[in-house]
C-alpha cells in the first residue's frame, strides 16, 4: 500500500531547549517560528515481510535519515514490514527550515494511516526521534499545526502549549553559508547556556506583545546575543533594512524576511541563494 504525505518546513526566530530526562513527551522547546509552504513530501510504500526493513530515499538519492528510520521504527515497533520511502525536499537540509523534521514527519503519517493510527502517532513519533537524535526540539509540534507560532509551554500536547499569531505573508528566505550541526551547538554548554538564557527572555517578551514584527525584533536581539550568526549572516539582516524584517534561521546559515518580497530577494541574492515561499497556513497532511 503507497500513502504520500506533506509536512511544511519550520523557521525557529528564538528557542530556549527543554530537556526532561527519560520523559521526551515534554521536552521540547519555548519560543516561537513559522512554518513555510516549502518543505517534504514523502510516498511510503509498506508491505508484509519475514523481516523488518526501512529504506529511504531522498531527493532521489538513498539516505541514511536516521530521524526518519527512528520515527518509522517508533511507530512499527517489532511488527516485520518491508518499508521504502521516498521523500522529495523543496529546500536543501541543515540551514534551519526544519526538513529533517518535516521528512520524519511526512513519513510518519503516511506509516499511520497505512497502519490505522492517527497523525497524532505520527506527530509523537517523529518528536521522539528528533528529541533522541538533539537535530530538533520544536520543529516537529510546529510543522505538523502550521501557521505563525508561540511555543509557550515545550513538548507535546496536553503538557506542550502552543498559541498562534494571525497573519498570512511570503516569506523570502537566503541560504549564506555552509551547514551548521544542530546537535553539536545543542552539546555546547556554554553556547547552550547563552542559548536559554535570551530564548527565555525572548519567549517572555513574544508573550506580552504577540505579534509578527515582535517575533522578527526579538528574534534578531536573540541572534546577536548568542553569537550563533555568522558576519555574513549579520550583515545580510542589516541589509534587509529598508525593505521588511529580517533575522537569522535558527539552526543554521540562513536568513529569512518579510516585507518588500521584490526588493528583499534582490538584496539577499547578494549574498546567497534565494527562495520565495509563503506561511504554512495547514501543517502537515496526507495528500
Request: charge should be positive; include cysteine.
Amino acid at each position: 500500500m503507497k500513502v504520500k504525505a506533506f509536512a511544511p518546513g519550520h523557521i525557529s526566530g528564538f528557542f530556549e531547549p527543554v530537556y526532561h530526562p527519560n520523559d521526551f513527551l515534554r521536552s521540547g522547546s519555548r519560543g516561537a517560528g513559522l512554518s513555510i509552504s516549502v518543505g517534504a513530501t514523502s510516498e511510503l510504500n509498506a508491505i508484509s515481510s519475514s523481516f523488518q526493513k526501512i529504506e529511504v530515499y531522498i531527493n532521489g538519492k538513498r539516505s541514511p535519515a536516521p530521524v526518519t528510520k527512528l520515527a518509522l521504527k517508533y511507530i512499527i515497533g517489532k511488527n516485520k514490514l518491508n518499508i521504502v520511502v521516498k521523500t522529495s525536499l523543496d529546500i536543501q537540509m541543515g540551514q534551519g527550515f526544519g526538513m529533517s523534521a518535516a521528512g520524519a514527519l511526512s513519513s510518519s503519517i503516511a506509516l499511520c494511516k497505512i497502519c490505522g493510527l492517527s497523525n497524532t502517532d505520527a506527530m509523537r513519533a517523529s518528536h521522539f526521534a528528533e528529541v533522541n537524535l538533539k537535530t530538533g526540539l520544536g520543529d516537529v509540534v510546529s510543522s505538523f499545526l502550521g501557521g505563525i507560532e508561540i511555543r509557550r509551554n515545550p513538548g507535546l500536547p496536553p503538557w506542550g502549549i502552543v498559541e498562534h499569531i494571525p497573519g498570512k505573508y511570503n516569506v523570502v528566505l537566503c541560504v549564506v553559508g555552509s551547514k551548521i550541526n544542530t546537535k553539536k551547538i545543542l552539546s555546547d554548554k556554554t553556547k547552550l547556556d547563552r542559548i536559554i538564557e535570551y530564548g527565555r527572555l525572548c519567549t517572555k517578551k513574544i508573550l506580552e506583545k504577540p505579534s509578527i514584527e515582535n517575533l522578527f525584533y526579538l528574534s534578531d536581539i536573540f541572534t546577536r546575543k548568542t553569537d550563533l550568526a555568522t558576519k555574513k549572516v549579520i550583515k545580510a539582516i542589516d541589509s534587509c533594512r529598508n525593505y521588511g524584517n529580517a533575522s537569522m534561521c535558527m539552526l543554521g546559515n540562513s536568513v529569512f524576511a518579510i516585507g518588500k518580497t521584490d526588493e528583499l530577494s534582490k538584496i539577499l541574492s547578494n549574498f546567497g541563494k534565494v527562495y520565495v515561499c509563503s506561511i504554512d497556513q495547514y501543517g502537515a497532511r496526507l495528500i
